[in-house]
């Protein structure tokens, strides 16, 4: 009977801690965040240091806990290109393995290119930056080849990230944005669903997302406005959200992307991996206000987090 007695006590005992640990996964906990901010101006004379800089989630203060630049935190860059942009993209090859080229040692590369169908991996994560430039060939730049939604693919190489070590962490991607899986209207900024998964992601993981904008062979080449301009704007709106930033020359493809490209590398250059400690214990999107206390100092972060 006693033996019995302790049995039951136990099984108790056991259903309340699995019951508190299902309650716990349900609020989430407390655990460290960190995204990638970038310095726009304001000479630095010394090395930031986290005192220099407030996070609120929601407006509640944050321990910041380490502010990480390039000699502390390598980069882990993604090179996406879809396929179906037009065939002059292919002149930008030799330029983009340039910018691969010019990274600092140590940073880690990702080549894959957005299909229709699935995300083409050509190279996974490498910090051999001739093997992710060889990786790199021109684009198809035929219709029907490329995605009807390029979100869903980068949302897949976001989920790649899990494999390097958290710090500055940045993708850059060449598409034309559009989204006409569920027709014309899914293509609105505001309306596409794999928009927001991708900026949920990117936000997640801490990753910035430069996009490029360039046409596609099928869709966007013959100059349509409403899907050029709702390409262009849920690329703006991608890159906004995430701490990146969006580039495009008109409606049509750049004479040249080494402007983009200068820009994007001077950006990464002075990409911090800002981390934190968040107290909530609640899971889902929380809004990002960070400031700093040194004088002249402006910079760039996604707009939230968003916790899973």
């Known amino acids: 009977m006693r033996t019995s007695l302790k049995f039951a006590a136990l099984l108790i005992a056991l259903g309340c801690f699995l019951n508190m640990e ?3 996964q349900r609020r989430g906990s407390a655990r460290t965040i960190t995204v990638p901010l970038t310095l726009r101006s304001g000479e630095l004379a010394r090395q930031l240091q986290p005192a220099d800089f407030t996070v ?11 502010v990480r630049g390039i000699d502390r935190a390598p980069l882990a860059l ?66 029907g080849i490329g995605p009807y939604n390029p979100y869903v693919q980068i949302v897949e190489a976001l989920r790649r990230f899990e494999s390097v070590p958290t710090g500055r962490r940045a ?20 309306q596409s669903i794999d928009l927001q998964r991708a900026i949920n992601e990117a936000q997640r993981r801490g990753v910035a997302v430069y996009s490029i904008y360039a046409p596609t062979a099928g869709l966007t080449a013959n100059g349509n406005n409403i899907l050029v301009n709702n390409g262009q704007s849920s690329l703006t709106r991608l890159s906004d959200e995430t701490g990146g930033r969006a580039f495009f020359q008109g409606t049509n493809a750049p004479v040249s992307f080494d402007p983009f490209l200068r820009q994007i590398d001077q950006a990464l250059s002075r990409q911090l991996a800002l981390t934190y400690l968040s107290t909530s214990t609640r899971n889902g999107f929380r809004r990002l206000k960070i400031e700093s206390n040194v004088a002249g100092l402006r910079f760039e972060y996604p707009t939230g987090v968003d916790r899973k």
């Not at 609120?56 to 380490?66: C, D, F, P, T």
């Not at 040692?105 to 229709?116: I, N, Q, T, W």
């Not at 993708?171 to 505001?190: E, K, L, N």
């Open 22 to 24: 299902a309650a716990g």
């Open 56 to 66: 609120l989630e929601n407006g509640e203060a944050q321990q910041v806990l380490s």
């Open 78 to 143: 993604a090179v996406l290109i879809q396929d179906d942009v037009v065939s002059s993209v292919g002149n930008d090859i030799r330029g983009i393995g340039a910018f691969i080229r010019r990274q600092p040692e140590g940073s880690r590369v990702m080549v894959g290119y957005l299909r229709a169908g699935s995300l083409q991996v050509r190279q996974r994560f490498t910090t051999n930056a001739e093997r992710a430039v060889s990786a790199l060939r021109v684009p198809a730049g035929v219709a």
């Open 171 to 190: 993708i850059i991607v060449v598409s034309d944005g559009v989204d006409v899986s569920r027709g014309v209207d899914s293509s609105s900024p505001t």
